[in-house]
């Protein structure tokens, strides 16, 4: 016959407070890996701006309006309906961004305008300093 013997108070507190400590410890683990990975991420840098860029394909104005109000459909100089979206390519190999209207065709290749580099999965939205660089001026719609 076997006898079972009671556990100790002290054998029942370490127990208890071993438990609580592991968890500690986990909860600890938990927050630490989430402080370090709390960076930005890169993607969504790359689509976030300050302002919106635009070129007339007719007249070729360059200008740009902050996040907050969009432009409509006309161009601020010459009123006509031909205006596209500006958007900005990144050089790595010399850190250049260039920036060109959002179409189809020469106008809107995703090719380096500093070293002539074919930029593949290098659009990022250009920012308002950016735009500036670039020749836009500011307009309020």
């Not at 071993?18 to 960076?39: I, K, Q, S, T």
């Not at 250009?126 to 001026?137: C, I, V």
């Amino acid at each position: 016959m076997q006898i079972h013997k009671k556990h100790s108070p002290r054998a029942l507190a370490w127990r208890v407070i071993r438990l609580p400590a592991g968890g500690l410890a986990l909860l600890f683990a938990l927050v630490a890996l989430g402080v370090v990975g709390c960076g930005k991420n890169p993607a969504m840098a790359a689509i976030e701006s300050d302002a919106y860029g635009f070129q007339c394909m007719k007249c070729k104005a360059r200008f740009f309006t902050d996040r907050k109000s969009p432009l409509g459909s006309k161009c601020p100089k010459c009123q006509q309906d031909y205006i596209e979206d500006a958007m900005g390519y990144w050089c790595e190999k010399d850190q250049h961004m260039t920036i060109r209207p959002k179409v189809s065709g020469p106008e809107g290749a995703s090719v380096c305008e500093k070293c002539g580099a074919q930029l593949t999965n290098a659009m990022v939205s250009p920012r308002e300093k950016d735009l500036k660089a670039w020749g836009a001026s500011k307009v309020s719609p």
